[in-house]
Nanobody
Framework: QVQLVESGGGLVQPGGSLRLSCAAS????????IGWFRQAPGKEREGVSY????????IYADSVKGRFTISRDNAKNTVYLQMNSLKPEDTAVYFC?????????????????WGQGTQVTVSS
């Protein structure tokens, strides 16, 4: 059974850091691109960062470039999102998702498997 489970969310002050984890089971990350998406109240779900299954190519949204880092540990079948210099506008539910592709893809419709999401709140 394919499953993605996010963890690591929470409440943090502006300027703080969090590391999100996305643990995969039922499939091997090597052949999948993993994307992190987020959805704030009243807004559409948006892509934040992606990492390919083949060579680990990455893509970041302009809004998080330089602050967030995506990485993967294939031995643990887990993808991470290190979030630094957090801002109130980063507040959202963060989801990880998997697409069967060796290359990075940003088209949300290509992602077949989704986690349940983890809440990130940036507030003083």
């Amino acid at each position: 059974q394919v499953q993605l489970v996010e963890s690591g969310g929470g409440l943090v002050q502006p300027g703080g850091s969090l590391r999100l984890s996305c643990a995969a089971s039922g499939f091997t990350l090597d052949y999948y691109t993993i994307g992190w998406f987020r959805q704030a109240p009243g807004k559409e779900r948006e892509g934040v960062s992606y990492i390919s299954g083949s060579v680990g190519s990455t893509i970041y949204a302009d809004s998080v470039k330089g602050r967030f880092t995506i990485s993967r540990d294939n031995a643990k079948n887990t993808v991470y999102l290190q979030m630094n210099s957090l801002k109130p506008e980063d507040t959202a539910v963060y989801f990880c998702a998997a697409a069967r592709s060796s290359w990075v893809i940003t088209n949300r419709s290509a992602y077949n498997y989704w986690g349940q999401g983890t809440q990130v709140t940036v507030s003083s």
